[in-house]
């Protein structure tokens, strides 16, 4: 016996010899069809011309793809209606068969742009038309109506040309990988108006009495006129809307369970912050569409179902998400446009919720990264003071001076202060610099921990109910006299000036008579860091930070040798 792969290299064989020769399988069935109205639909012969002719359209037709297997219930139907056509077709069968075919080939031409697929289906829609009217209608006509010899006449000898004409047109691709569409609409529209052709033409006949010729001629007129009224009445261009509003308007309330779907999406992308909580409460509104039973989905982080999992299944990918959708019928191509569109939709939003959640953890790990940094430097100016304490330590005697006792009372609290905020922000760095501090027992600490330093520190000018967010003015404080005294160990006798300031204004200035910034430096400094002798310039990047965050400014005021000025102001603009 033949083996499976046997089986599927021959099929295969078949789908592309039918693919690939659609053309002639068309121009054959057409032929069959003409030789089966010349010979009739009576006799022995133009039977067996019918069931070729089926036959052919079987091979040709562009429902059902040609790799698809049949079962033996759907071959028993197709057998069944070939024996019934065969046995009791007459001259209306016919003509409604014609009338469909006109209505499929008419629903193809419009979808192909190459100039050689449009002209040929445009032939074939031509020469099924002219069959209808002259072959086939004159032939039901009432008894003394009929008037065959000129219309054979024309069958036999005209129409058969337009079969070499479609032979010489150029053969090109009709269709991407075997698949077709079939606008129903189109095709809807072509059937019906041959209908009308038809039955308007015999109905004018009897009505008026006149040759089928004349009836056929008025009933064109009357319907091209017609239609032409209506295509002016659809979009009249007069300032007032025409049927084509309203048509739309209809359309569009077709899609009803769609937009409320869309609704509960939109809620549900404000309501819902976790990705997958997000996908499950959707595909739950989905359900309750009327045309889908359940349906299933798979993220990389995440899966779920919902419904019940039965019936025809569609699955739909985009993005990191794939849907599986259940439906009680097969989808139509309009609904599984929309179904993927609906699943395009989901992915965006998915997609949107994953990188929500992403930008959350990396703010999360920012603000830990920005508090660690000036953690550091708080640390650092802590370790500072600790050596300077450390220094005095190794100056005393075996008793303490009184002046070295005052020292630690007044350091150590301030040390451990420190040490507990700096702890406080490690703890919850979302709630860093929180703090507010009196202005004036802020000076006094300042000058305190700075006393014996060599800076000096002008009277300042302070509204005794003024507060100042500590964290910030230590910081900026510390990081600007540090950054001096470093500079006073190339030039001993430089002198460092601290004034401050909180009354109407905010104003912290440090300042000195040593050389002066380097422009480029000065450029850079507090937006970036600036390579020097002694560092990168991280602490002042991360107080002007800081300082911008609630509403202070960080700047040089004044860069020339003999006076450098940085202070740190209130924005008033902000």
């Not at 028993?76 to 016919?94: E, F, S």
């Not at 990918?317 to 959708?325: K, S, V």
Request: charged letters at 20%; one cysteine or more; glycine letters at 8%.
């Amino acid at each position: 016996m033949p083996s499976e792969t046997t089986h599927r290299a021959r099929d295969s064989a078949i789908v592309r010899l039918t693919h690939n020769q659609r053309r002639w399988l068309l121009l054959g069935q057409l032929g069959l069809l003409h030789l089966l109205l010349l010979e009739g639909i009576d006799g022995g012969v133009g039977r067996t011309l019918l069931v070729g002719h089926i036959g052919l359209f079987i091979l040709w037709q562009p429902f059902v793809r040609a790799e698809q297997r049949l079962s033996i219930a759907q071959l028993t139907v197709i057998a069944a209606i070939v024996t019934a056509a065969a046995l009791w077709a007459g001259t209306w069968t016919m003509i409604f068969w014609t009338m469909a075919l006109a209505g499929i080939v008419g629903g193809k031409v419009f979808f192909y742009a190459a100039r050689g697929a449009k002209a040929f289906y445009l032939l074939v829609l031509t020469y099924l038309i002219s069959v209808l009217l002259v072959l086939l209608v004159p032939q039901v006509l009432p008894g003394g109506h009929a008037q065959l010899g000129e219309f054979l006449f024309l069958a036999k000898y005209v129409l058969p040309g337009l079969f070499l004409v479609m032979a010489v047109l150029p053969m090109e691709q009709e269709a991407e990988e075997g698949v077709e569409v079939v606008d129903f609409a189109y095709s809807a529209f072509v059937f019906l108006l041959l209908a009308v052709l038809v039955l308007g033409s015999i109905a004018t006949m009897l009505l008026l009495k006149r040759g089928y010729f004349e009836s056929l001629v008025a009933t064109i007129i009357t319907s091209a006129a017609f239609l032409l009224m209506m295509a002016w009445a659809w979009n009249p261009r007069l300032g007032f809307a025409g049927f084509g509003m309203f048509f739309s308007r209809y359309m569009l309330s077709l899609g009803l369970p769609f937009e409320r779907w869309l609704h509960e999406l939109a809620d549900n992308m404000q309501r819902e912050e976790r990705p997958e909580q997000f996908l499950a409460e959707s595909l739950e509104g989905m359900v309750r569409l009327p045309w889908v039973n359940g349906c299933e989905w798979q993220a990389t982080d995440s899966a779920g179902k919902s419904g019940r999992q039965e019936g025809r299944h569609s699955q739909f990918r985009h993005g990191q998400l794939t849907l599986d959708i259940y439906t009680q019928q097969p989808l139509s191509p309009a609904l599984n446009w929309h179904f993927n569109l609906l699943a395009q939709l989901l992915g965006e939003f998915h997609e949107a919720k994953l990188r929500a959640l992403e930008l959350q953890e990396l703010s999360y790990v920012k603000a830990i990264h920005q508090t660690g940094a000036r953690l550091t430097h708080d640390v650092k100016n802590l370790l500072q003071s600790l050596n300077a304490l450390c220094l005095a330590a190794a100056d005393e005697a075996d008793a303490p001076t009184p002046e070295y006792q005052a020292l630690l009372r007044r350091q150590l609290p301030v040390i451990a202060q420190r040490l507990q905020q700096t702890m406080d922000k490690l703890r919850r760095p979302e709630q860093e610099g929180a703090q507010f501090t009196p202005a004036g027992q802020w000076w006094a600490g300042l000058q305190a921990r700075y006393a014996a330093a060599g800076v000096r520190f002008a009277p300042a000018q302070i509204d005794g109910e003024r507060k100042i967010p500590a964290t910030l003015f230590n910081s900026a404080a510390e990081n600007l006299i540090q950054n001096a005294l470093i500079k006073k160990q190339g030039t001993p006798a430089l002198r460092i000036d601290v004034e401050f300031e909180a009354g109407e204004r905010v104003r912290l200035r440090v300042s000195d008579d040593g050389r002066a910034i380097s422009e480029e430096a000065a450029r850079d400094l507090f937006r970036a860091p600036v390579a020097s002798q002694t560092g990168l310039g991280i602490g002042l990047y991360q107080t002007a930070r800081h300082a911008g965050f609630y509403g202070y400014a960080l700047k040089v005021s004044a860069n020339e040798t003999g006076r450098v000025c940085l202070e740190l102001e209130e924005n008033r603009e902000a």
